[in-house]
Every structure is written in structure tokens, then in C-alpha cells.
């Protein structure tokens, strides 16, 4: 009796880099402290590119590649618009129909992940890292955000470390997030405040425009 070798199917050039430098596992937040030291020797120059140059070349779609290639985890007609910074992509997972607006910074070291239909407008940050300010070293601390479905975050708000935004959630503009924000609040203020409540029934898709 002949045994038939089983052919493995073909790995291109970004699924070995991804395996190899990355490990990528795209239901798990992970920061920037889970990658091995010498590959952040290869990893941040690549991602130093990605946020100087790559980010302003129009096309959603080359910029998107160029994410996931980086270990991001971004589902079906999800973008991220020019001149949006992401630090740590392996750590940056979202869902299905989302769209982030200009100028906005990702700062995912400590990991972002982002639901289903979630708008970001333009200039919003959304940041992970901060230091102990009672440790004589001023060490570095990370934790994760995440950001449910349908949540609106609206332009030059600022989402600080370790928050949670409930689904459907509104988060007005100028606000900076330092808590949990219950399901379809809507917040405002420094620091964010409830000012007021959101419908519960939502069904809407988000679009991006082309050259965006």
C-alpha cells in the first residue's frame, strides 16, 4: 500500500511574517509586552513606517492590507482613514463595518478591541499607556480598552486607559473617558459625565468613502 503525501496548501509572504514575527491570535487583546524583545528590534521600524508614510497614501483598502499584515485583527468594511496613527498594530482588533476618522491616534500597546458598527470621528485618541505616578522608576502600566458595538465616539475625544464603552454609548465631543461608560449613555465633560440617554433600537451600516 502507497501512502499520498497530503499536500499543505501555500503560505504567502505576509501569513509567514505574521506566524513568525507576530504569532498573531485575533480573539485575544494582547500588549506589547507579549512580543519577544529582538523582534521589536524588526517590528517598530516597520510600524515608524506605517505611521510616517503609509498612512497617507489614499487607499483604504492598500493602508487596511498593511494593518493586518502588521498583525492587526479588522473585519469586513472596516477602515481606518489617512493620517490615523496606530501604535502596536498586533494589538488593535475590530469588528465588522467600522470606520475611524482622521487625524485619530490608536494607541493599542495595551490593546484596543472595537465591536461591530463603532464610529470614531476625526482627532479622537483612544490610549492605553500611562505611568505609576507613585513609583520612584515613573514605570510604565498598559491596559486594554474596549469599545462595544454601534458605540459613537465623536470628534477630539479622549479614551483613557482600562475603559469600557458599552454598546451603543455616545461619547460627545472634547470628552475624556476615565470610567466605564454604561450601555447607550451618552457622556460628556472632563472627565465624561452622563448627560443624557440614546436610543436602544440601532440598525444602521457605516460607509467610507473612497479616497478616504
Not at 41 to 70: A, E, M, Q
Not at 102 to 109: G, K, Q, V
Request: glycine share 8%.
Amino acid at each position: 500500500m502507497t501512502l499520498k503525501r497530503r499536500k499543505l496548501p501555500a503560505e504567502s509572504a505576509a501569513d509567514v511574517f505574521r506566524r513568525y514575527f507576530l504569532d498573531t491570535n485575533d480573539t485575544k487583546i494582547v500588549d506589547h509586552n507579549d512580543m519577544v524583545h529582538w523582534k521589536k528590534y524588526i517590528y517598530y521600524p516597520l510600524v515608524l513606517f506605517r505611521n510616517v508614510v503609509l498612512n497617507k497614501i489614499p487607499s483604504r483598502h492598500f493602508r487596511k492590507w498593511c494593518d493586518i499584515l502588521l498583525g492587526a485583527g479588522i473585519g469586513k468594511k472596516s477602515f481606518l482613514f489617512r493620517r490615523t496613527e496606530v501604535l502596536f498594530p498586533k494589538g488593535l482588533i475590530m469588528g465588522e463595518g467600522c470606520t475611524v476618522g482622521w487625524f485619530s491616534l490608536l494607541d493599542a500597546r495595551g490593546g484596543i478591541r472595537i465591536g461591530d458598527h463603532v464610529s470614531i470621528a476625526s482627532y479622537t485618541k483612544l490610549i492605553t499607556g500611562s505611568h505609576n505616578t507613585q513609583s520612584p522608576a515613573f514605570e510604565a502600566v498598559f491596559k486594554p480598552i474596549v469599545v462595544d458595538d454601534y458605540v459613537w465616539i465623536c470628534t477630539g475625544a479622549t479614551v483613557c486607559q482600562g475603559v469600557r464603552i458599552g454598546k451603543g454609548a455616545v461619547v460627545a465631543s472634547g470628552a475624556v473617558v476615565t470610567r466605564d461608560v454604561e450601555p447607550y449613555a451618552i457622556v460628556g465633560g472632563v472627565p465624561a459625565r452622563k448627560i443624557g440617554e440614546r436610543s436602544r433600537k440601532l440598525e444602521y451600516s457605516l460607509s467610507t468613502p473612497v479616497l478616504h
